[in-house]
């Protein structure tokens, strides 16, 4: 009991001296607390100040705010003012040209009445319409007459160029009998004659037309000139500024035509020396010989044209031709063979087997390969539109069918194969 007691004694003394430590810091500290309190309550009243001063700047802010936005409304609008200001101002500057336009229009309003006096000599005129309406009408009709008619005129134009390649024929033919005349009257050498008819029996019977005179034939299948030139103008634009281009198998000289109206130097070669004449009596260089040997005496040559040549000449022929071409070529200049298309089956019921001399049409590809192999490297078949027959197979328009697109497809190859490019060229360049 005595020992509790004690302990409390102890513990109530403990706490005396705590009080006494408390009131002993307050004692030295209580400036140090009334200078924070009085700092505290400074800063209170300076916060509340700031808060004061900070809101009426926020309300005079927004009042700002609230004047500017009304400010920028208000710009928004002088610029549409500026606009319309400066609209005015060009309208003013037209109005000057509007005041002389008026003066202008009333001065033309004056004379008004004169041109009201002419409407009504117009209107009299217009009495007389009907009349020149009738003369109208019958002159349309006269104008259906006349496409018969200029087809006549078409139709005549070709039969008088028949009838004048007819007379070249003929006027060759009278030149060549009266070299004979005259040769038989001065009975030249006999051993000349004997040699020329050895010669001349040779060509007769290596002739594949004999019996038959090549040069009337030809005259008479081959078509017009104007239209063979026409057909044959492609091919000009690969002679160019060229002055050295043989024409082999020249015929009537369509292509040397062609080549000297383009100021191209060329000359041609043909067997039958009736052709080569009815060059020379129209101004143009040609030969008479065979191509193959006269191409083998050339040094060299700076372009070669032969249409419708190598469908007369056999395989081993048309080989040396072409070897020969390579041979005989400037480098960069052009060979180009014409001839009828075997791809193109009407060949076979038109032209090809008309003509007795023919051998066998050639194939493009096969043309194409033969010249590879002699050394052009630039190759290019052409198939010419000039030679097409017009014909054409229609498409089928069926609604719901099958396969009626793959139907008119295989038609249109079908019509290229029947009714395409009568001829080809190849183009081979060195």
Same mark, same amino acid.
């Given at each position: 009991?005595? =020992?509790?007691? $004690?302990? #409390?004694? @102890?513990?109530?003394?403990?706490?005396? @001296?705590?009080?006494?430590?408390?009131?002993i810091?307050?004692k #030295?500290?209580a400036? #140090?607390i009334n200078?924070?309190?009085?700092l505290?309550?400074?800063?209170?009243?300076?916060?509340?100040?700031? &808060?004061?001063?900070?809101?009426l700047?926020?309300?005079?802010?927004?009042k700002?705010?609230?004047?500017?936005?009304?400010?920028n409304?208000?710009?928004d609008?002088?610029?549409?003012?500026?606009?319309n200001?400066?609209?005015l101002?060009s309208?003013?500057n037209g109005?000057d040209?509007?005041?002389e336009? *008026?003066?202008?229009?009333?001065?033309?309003?004056? !004379?008004y009445?004169?041109?009201?006096?002419? &409407?009504?000599?117009?209107?009299?005129?217009?009495?007389?319409?009907?009349?020149?309406?009738? /003369? *109208?009408?019958?002159l349309?009709?006269?104008?259906?007459?006349y496409?018969?008619l200029?087809?006549?005129?078409?139709n005549? /134009?070709e039969?008088?160029?028949?009838?004048?390649?007819?007379?070249?024929m003929?006027s060759?033919? %009278? +030149?060549?009998?009266?070299?004979?005349? /005259?040769?038989n009257?001065?009975?030249?050498?006999?051993?000349?004659?004997?040699?020329?008819?050895?010669?001349r029996?040779?060509? &007769?019977?290596?002739?594949?037309?004999?019996g038959?005179d090549?040069?009337?034939?030809?005259?008479?299948?081959?078509g +017009?000139?104007?239209q063979?030139?026409k /057909?044959?103008?492609q091919?000009?634009?690969?002679?160019?500024?060229? $002055?050295n281009?043989?024409?082999l198998?020249? !015929?009537?000289?369509?292509?040397?035509?062609?080549l000297?109206?383009?100021?191209i130097?060329g000359y041609? *070669?043909?067997?039958?020396?009736?052709?080569? =004449?009815?060059?020379?009596?129209? !101004?143009?260089?040609?030969?008479?010989? =065979?191509? %193959?040997?006269?191409?083998?005496?050339?040094?060299?040559?700076?372009?070669?044209?032969?249409?419708? #040549?190598?469908?007369?000449?056999k395989?081993?022929?048309?080989?040396?031709?072409?070897?020969? +071409?390579?041979?005989k070529l400037?480098k960069?200049a052009?060979?180009?063979?014409e001839?009828?298309?075997?791809?193109?089956?009407?060949?076979?019921?038109?032209a090809f087997?008309?003509?007795? +001399?023919?051998n066998?049409?050639?194939?493009?590809?096969?043309?194409k390969?033969?010249?590879?192999?002699?050394?052009f490297?630039? &190759?290019?078949?052409l198939?010419t539109n000039?030679?097409? %027959?017009?014909?054409?197979?229609?498409?089928?328009?069926?609604d719901?069918?099958?396969?009626i697109?793959?139907f008119?497809?295989?038609m249109?190859?079908v019509?290229?194969?029947?009714f395409?490019?009568?001829d080809?060229?190849?183009?081979?360049?060195?």
């Amino acid at each position: 009991m005595m =020992d509790i007691n $004690k302990e #409390l004694n @102890i513990y109530d003394s403990g706490k005396g @001296i705590k009080k006494i430590i408390w009131k002993i810091w307050r004692k #030295l500290n209580a400036p #140090l607390i009334n200078y924070t309190i009085r700092l505290q309550e400074e800063l209170i009243e300076i916060k509340t100040e700031f &808060v004061e001063t900070k809101s009426l700047q926020l309300e005079n802010y927004e009042k700002i705010a609230e004047n500017i936005r009304n400010l920028n409304s208000q710009l928004d609008g002088y610029d549409k003012i500026v606009e319309n200001i400066r609209n005015l101002n060009s309208q003013l500057n037209g109005y000057d040209k509007i005041v002389e336009n *008026v003066k202008n229009l009333n001065s033309q309003l004056d !004379g008004y009445d004169k041109i009201a006096e002419n &409407v009504k000599n117009l209107n009299s005129q217009l009495d007389g319409y009907d009349k020149i309406a009738e /003369n *109208v009408k019958n002159l349309n009709s006269q104008l259906d007459g006349y496409e018969s008619l200029l087809i006549n005129v078409r139709n005549n /134009n070709e039969r008088l160029e028949k009838l004048d390649s007819a007379i070249d024929m003929y006027s060759i033919k %009278i +030149s060549n009998l009266e070299k004979l005349k /005259n040769q038989n009257l001065k009975k030249e050498n006999i051993t000349n004659i004997e040699k020329q008819d050895s010669i001349r029996k040779e060509i &007769v019977e290596s002739n594949p037309y004999n019996g038959i005179d090549y040069f009337d034939f030809e005259n008479y299948f081959r078509g +017009s000139r104007t239209q063979i030139k026409k /057909n044959q103008e492609q091919y000009i634009k690969y002679f160019e500024n060229k $002055k050295n281009v043989l024409d082999l198998g020249c !015929g009537r000289g369509e292509f040397l035509e062609l080549l000297k109206e383009n100021n191209i130097e060329g000359y041609g *070669v043909d067997l039958y020396s009736e052709f080569v =004449d009815l060059c020379n009596s129209k !101004g143009l260089n040609a030969i008479c010989g =065979d191509a %193959i040997s006269v191409l083998e005496g050339k040094s060299h040559v700076d372009g070669i044209f032969a249409a419708q #040549l190598i469908e007369h000449l056999k395989l081993e022929e048309i080989i040396k031709l072409v070897e020969l +071409s390579y041979e005989k070529l400037e480098k960069d200049a052009y060979l180009i063979l014409e001839t009828p298309n075997p791809t193109s089956l009407a060949i076979y019921t038109h032209a090809f087997y008309m003509d007795p +001399s023919h051998n066998k049409p050639v194939h493009p590809l096969t043309m194409k390969y033969i010249l590879e192999k002699a050394g052009f490297n630039n &190759v290019d078949i052409l198939y010419t539109n000039t030679s097409k %027959i017009p014909i054409e197979i229609p498409k089928l328009m069926i609604d719901r069918c099958d396969n009626i697109e793959e139907f008119n497809k295989a038609m249109k190859q079908v019509e290229m194969e029947l009714f395409g490019s009568q001829d080809y060229a190849i183009i081979a360049k060195k």
